[in-house]
């Protein structure tokens, strides 16, 4: 079990997790393992959320591993390092569940090479917004993120604002059918 297990309610807490003997009439001397339960509890959830796990796997499926072993659901947040770059769509597989959908920090879809080697990545399971379709969401749009993002915007405005033609003067940009260009006469 884990601090994932735990519940809001305390009353609903008494029988959730084995390592911590919480149940009405429970012995004194049983409060030591309560509290080194608890301390473990917190210490995994820490670990799973501060940057002590790293995926694996050879596809745009990142296998992670957690410390306290959990199943996705509604506020389930992890962190984790990526062990290599993606090369499609990236996808997310935690403790044997999935693969689900890995998304943006927007919710939408990652790019192609979105996921890059040793870039941390903080993730929250998303049922709340995307209840037709839950995945992971990241929290932390990584500089790669908003460069694959913003790389299509960028090419629409440089298009709409370049002239077409080869303007006069020598180091000026145009687009020229399709390709950006620069003058090399006066």
Do not use: C
């Not at 004194?28 to 799973?48: C, Q, T």
């Not at 199943?71 to 935690?94: C, Q, T, Y």
């Amino acid at each position: 079990m884990s601090a994932f297990d735990w519940k809001t309610d305390p009353t609903q807490n008494g029988q959730v997790d084995a390592s911590v003997p919480a149940l009405p009439g429970t012995s004194a001397r049983f409060l030591p393992d309560a509290a080194r339960g608890i301390m473990a509890g917190v210490a995994m959830l820490v670990g799973d959320q501060g940057g002590a796990l790293v995926a694996q796997g050879q596809t745009d499926v990142f296998e992670v591993q957690t410390l306290s072993g959990l199943k996705p659901a509604p506020g389930v947040m992890i962190g984790f390092w990526a062990h290599r770059d993606s090369v499609a769509e990236p996808a997310l597989a935690v403790d044997g569940y999935g693969p689900a959908r890995l998304l943006a920090a927007d919710g939408g879809e990652l790019a192609p090479g979105a996921m890059r080697k040793g870039e941390f990545q903080l993730v929250v399971w998303d049922e709340a917004v995307a209840s037709g379709a839950p995945g992971w969401r990241k929290i932390n749009p990584a500089p790669t993120d908003l460069a694959v993002l913003n790389i299509g915007t960028l090419m629409a405005a440089l298009k709409a604002i370049l002239p077409t033609s080869p303007p006069t003067g020598s180091g000026k940009l145009w687009f020229n059918d399709g390709e950006f260009a620069v003058t090399t006469e006066g």
